[in-house]
């Protein structure tokens, strides 16, 4: 059963900084590309940052490119998110999942219906 777990969310005030992890249970993170996602009430799952299996490639939303940094440990089966700047409009929940094809780069636009094994989520508030 493959499951992922995101925790570091917390509140945070505006220009604060964040670090969400994203752990895999049931199988080595290293076997997948990973991207992390975020819902906000009323809105779409939208994609925030994608990391290829081995950690070589990265894509950002033009929302956060510049403020963000993803990465992976895959030795701890882990992937981050390191949120800087955090703006009132970043509030969300957080998401990570990962990319249901064998293919070892993230796709160029991140769309939700191609990933998958989700977790549950982490909340992440930006207000002052």
């Known amino acids: 059963q493959l499951q992922l777990v995101e925790s570091g969310g917390g509140l945070v005030h505006p220009g604060g900084s964040l670090k969400l992890s994203c752990g895999t249970s049931g199988f080595a993170s290293g076997r997948y590309a990973t991207g992390w996602f975020r819902q906000a009430p009323g809105k779409e799952r939208e994609g925030v940052s994608c990391?290829?299996?081995?950690?070589?490639?990265?894509i950002y939303a033009d929302s956060v490119k510049g403020r963000f940094i993803i990465s992976r440990d895959n030795t701890k089966n882990t992937v981050y998110l390191k949120m800087n700047n955090l703006e009132p409009e970043d509030t969300a929940i957080y998401y990570c999942?990962?990319?249901?094809?064998?293919?070892?780069?993230?796709?160029?636009?991140?769309?939700?219906?191609?990933?998958?094994?989700w977790g549950q989520g982490t909340q992440v508030t930006v207000s002052s």
């Open positions: 990391i290829s299996k081995h950690g070589s490639s990265k």
């Open positions: 999942g990962t990319l249901t094809t064998d293919e070892a780069l993230c796709p160029s636009r991140l769309f939700p219906e191609d990933f998958g094994s």
